[in-house]
Nanobody
Framework: QVRLVESGGGSVQAGGSLRLSCAAS????????MGWFRQPPGKEREGVAA????????????YYADSMKGRLTISRDNAKNTLYLQMNSLKPEDTAMYYC??????????????????WGQGTQVTVSS
């Protein structure tokens, strides 16, 4: 059973930045697509970024949803089993619970939530105007 624990959420003013972290309980790079999702209050959970590859120096692929494209950078430190999401130029509409997820297998693009097997508990991001 893979365990994922997010951190790094908080309150920030519009235009600010945050970096979210997701610590995994095992080595993820060789088998898992990992992604970040967000769920604003009263809305559906949507994927915003995903990453695959990078094991043993192999190529790593990052994908972004249009909703936040240009303002996000997804990355991971395989030695630390940790996934990151750098978010810049944050807007009030980015306010949401942000979740880390892992799915077995390769991903091309940002998959839907049905493609992910494991989820973290979420970390709240609040952006004020």
């Amino acid at each position: 059973q893979v365990r994922l624990v997010e951190s790094g959420g908080g309150s920030v003013q519009a235009g600010g930045s945050l970096r979210l972290s997701c610590a995994a309980s095992e080595y993820m790079a060789s088998r898992y697509c990992m992604g970040w999702f967000r769920q604003p209050p009263g809305k559906e959970r949507e994927g915003v970024a995903a990453i695959y590859g990078g094991a043993l120096g192999s190529a790593q692929y990052a994908y972004y949803a249009d909703s936040m494209k240009g303002r996000l950078t997804i990355s991971r430190d395989n030695a630390k089993n940790t996934l990151y999401l750098q978010m810049n130029s944050l807007k009030p509409e980015d306010t949401a619970m942000y979740y880390c997820a892992a799915g077995v297998g390769r991903c091309t693009g940002v998959p839907g939530r049905e493609s992910f097997n494991y989820w973290g508990q979420g970390t709240q991001v609040t952006v004020s105007s």
